[in-house]
C-alpha cells in the first residue's frame, strides 16, 4: 500500500484515533497534538479521498463533520498498525534501556525520529510507562495531554439535533 505524500505514521494515528472514538476533527487535533492540523487535515482529506473514513455533516444550528472508519479504512488500519508500531515499540524499548542506564543524550537521539508522535502516542494509549513519559518531558519539553473520561464533550453531545 503507498501511501504517496501522507506520512504513514499520521495516517496511522488518524486512522487508530478515529476507531478509538474520535469522531470529530477538534477530538483528532487534541487526540494528536504535537502535529500540526495543516498535516491532519491533509491526511484526512487523504483518507476521505482513498475511502479510508467517511463523513457526515451533523447538526443544524452547529454544523459540524463527524469520522467514522470505512471497512477498507479498518483494513489499512491494521495493516499499517503492524509496520508502524513495530517500528515505535523498538524505538521505544531501545530508548527505555538507555535511560534506565543513564545514557540520557544517547536515548534522545534515539527518541529524536519519534519525538513528534510522542504526544498523540501517549493520548492513543500506546506509551503508558511513566519512565519514558518523564524523559520525554525533560528531554523534549513535550507536555503529554490527557483526554476527558467521557473524551470531548462535544463528542458526548454529538446526538443532539441542534449541536
Known sequence: ????????????????????GCRSERCIFFKLSGISHEIIKNVI??????GYIEEEERGRIFKRKIFKLTDKGLKVLNNLKEEVLKEVNKTLN????????GRHEEAKR???????????????GMIEDALLLSFFTDAFG?????????????????????M
Open 1 to 20: 500500500m503507498s501511501t504517496g505524500s501522507v506520512d504513514k505514521n499520521v495516517l496511522y494515528l488518524v486512522l487508530e484515533a478515529i476507531n478509538k
Open 45 to 50: 482529506e487523504y483518507a476521505i479521498k482513498n
Open 94 to 101: 531501545e530508548t527505555k534501556e538507555l535511560v534506565v542506564k
Open 110 to 124: 534515539k527518541a529524536e525520529s519519534i519525538k513528534d508522535y510522542i504526544p498523540a502516542l501517549a493520548a492513543l
Open 142 to 162: 513535550i507536555v503529554i495531554p490527557m483526554m476527558l473520561a467521557e473524551e470531548m464533550i462535544e463528542d458526548f453531545i454529538e446526538d443532539e439535533e441542534f
